[in-house]
């Protein structure tokens, strides 16, 4: 929907319906009840489809150049707000050139805003974006409702009810039905139900990783911008295969995702239960560096068999038997009280060895010719 043929009905102060004129002449609003004409004295913003960046301009000189059209001074501190706003803040140096698709999205709305605008006109500013990078964007102009008037032009009815308290279905420039969302599926119906029928693991299976990281922050309430996810990633060794399904991972990366996924929920307190159980070493490795910088910011927990792990990770160890606490302290300490440790030496033919490994013919076969 191009927006100069979109005409959209407002409220001002009194009540009345007005209609808002055709976009590139946005200096007037006028009342059809009395013709009364109203001026607009705050700034207009406009976020069009077509995304507005300078490649080698980097994103807060962005923010800088499109407020100061405006005759607004951002300082830096409140040009850094701005891109937090729409996550952004991580990549401030960067140049637009450099951005993925929904970043640069991101980018062309944090200049609409810059200007401190009385009115802003979005059009389409979630097409062909992905689920995460529009509830993103949705976020942003939620919050920039709360103090301008959001006008919001969309193909897409979730993105209209998800933000606007007022719709206006409109058809070849005639407006077929507005009212608020409730209101009008009651009056329109329902509309249509799709049911979709899927085990938990083909759900799961199907899944590329950073839907996982998705997934399981939003469980939690928390959501993640493209950028922190692959951060989360990054941090397992997983950024380079995040397109990749779950059931094409090795079983070292399926664990480091798991601990992905756990790391995404941004926890206080993580609880990890036996995390390097049957893993290779230098995934364990892996795994134990992750957690170790988990504890920067997180209470750990490590439940394990191995020692190794224990004395690696923790700054406090407690051994249990049954149920019960049997020794607690430090790495160091515990070794200077129980003592170094014990080696246990076995002795055995080939012969003996063999006879006792219940294994095929083939595996003992082969076994004989290595030896």
């Known amino acids: 929907m191009a927006l100069p043929r979109v005409i959209i009905f407002l409220h001002d102060e009194k009540g009345d319906i007005l209609g808002l004129r055709p976009f590139w002449m946005l200096r007037r609003l006028w009342n059809p009840l009395n013709d009364r004409k109203l001026i607009i004295t705050g700034k207009v913003a406009v976020t069009p489809q077509q995304d507005v960046y300078w490649p080698t301009l980097s994103t807060i000189d962005h923010i800088y150049f499109f407020s100061l059209l405006h005759g607004v001074r951002l300082t830096q501190d409140e040009a850094m707000i701005i891109l937090k706003s729409v996550g952004l803040a991580t990549s401030c140096d960067k140049p637009a050139k450099q951005l993925s698709g929904g970043m640069k999205r991101r980018l062309t709305l944090a200049c609409s805003l810059s200007t401190i605008p009385s009115i802003v006109l979005a059009d389409e500013p979630c097409s062909g974006l992905d689920p995460a990078t529009r509830t993103s964007i949705l976020s942003v102009l939620e919050v920039a409702a709360g103090s301008s008037c959001v006008l919001l032009s969309t193909h897409s009815l979730g993105d209209a009810e998800d933000l606007c308290d007022h719709i206006v279905l409109m058809s070849h420039g005639t407006v077929v039905k507005q009212g608020g969302s409730s209101e009008m599926k009651e009056e329109m119906g329902g509309g249509y139900i799709m049911e979709l029928s899927a085990t938990k693991d083909e759900i799961l299976s199907s899944m590329k990783q950073s839907d996982h990281i998705y997934f399981f922050s939003l469980l939690h309430g928390v959501r993640l911008t493209q950028d922190e996810a692959m951060i989360i990633l990054?941090?397992?060794?997983?950024?380079?295969?995040?397109?990749?399904?779950?059931?094409?991972?090795?079983g070292g990366m399926k664990r480091r995702l798991t601990l992905a996924c756990s790391l995404s929920t941004i926890p206080s307190i993580v609880l990890a239960d036996e995390p390097c159980s049957g893993l290779d070493p230098a995934t364990r490795t892996s795994i134990l560096s992750v957690l170790e910088v988990a504890a920067g910011s997180s209470c750990v927990l490590l439940s394990t068999h191995s020692l190794g792990d224990a004395e690696d990770l923790c700054d406090h160890i407690v051994l249990m038997s049954h149920g019960t606490v049997v020794k607690q302290g430090g790495s160091s300490e515990m070794k200077e009280e129980m003592g170094g440790g014990y080696i246990m030496e076995?002795?055995?033919?080939?012969?003996?060895?063999?006879?006792?490994?219940?294994?095929?013919?083939?595996?003992i076969s082969l076994y004989n010719t290595v030896l």
């Open 234 to 250: 990054k941090s397992v060794g997983l950024a380079t295969s995040c397109d990749k399904p779950a059931k094409q991972l090795s």
């Open 346 to 363: 076995l002795s055995a033919t080939k012969d003996e060895i063999l006879s006792s490994m219940k294994q095929s013919d083939q595996v």
